[in-house]
């Protein structure tokens, strides 16, 4: 005889307890396996957090979970930041005013040479690695 009563009203001797799945055997020797853990398992109690987690309005949360949304910003700017530095460091290769800061005079104009342009790059680079520790 299998029983499907909940596990609160069940008095026989628990064989096994997972998330999901309680086996169970009765005085009489039957085994009964019932797929919840009732009003106390540990479904029930993951519903009411989900239910309670999706009732709270965006300042309620940004309170509570504050240090997660700090880091999550930060981190989120870090990434940001690391291809903005990529790409924004290449376009000052192409502005006059930089070219003739830095440059030398090449065909009417002023040109980077390679060893600046490699070094500035190299730079980079490595001000990330030193940024990222």
Do not use: C
């Not at 064989?15 to 009765?26: D, P, Q, Y």
């Not at 957090?49 to 009732?55: G, Q, Y």
């Not at 009417?108 to 490699?118: E, H, K, T």
Request: charged share 15%; net charge neutral.
């Amino acid at each position: 005889m299998v029983l499907n009563q909940p596990l609160s009203t069940f008095s026989g001797k628990l064989l096994s307890k997972h998330a999901e799945t309680v086996i169970a055997e009765s005085e009489d020797g039957a085994v009964s396996k019932t797929e919840s853990l009732g009003p106390y398992g540990i479904n029930e109690e993951g519903r009411k957090a989900t239910e309670t987690e999706h009732a709270l309005s965006v300042t309620q949360a940004i309170r509570i979970y504050s240090k997660a949304v700090g880091w999550s910003l930060l981190v989120s700017m870090a990434i940001v930041m690391d291809g903005y530095d990529t790409s924004l460091l290449s376009t000052f290769y192409a502005f006059p005013a930089f070219q003739q800061k830095y440059g030398s005079p090449f065909r009417g104009g002023y040109q980077l040479s390679a060893a600046w342009q490699a070094g500035l790059s190299v730079g980079a680079t490595i001000g990330k690695i030193i940024g990222i520790f």
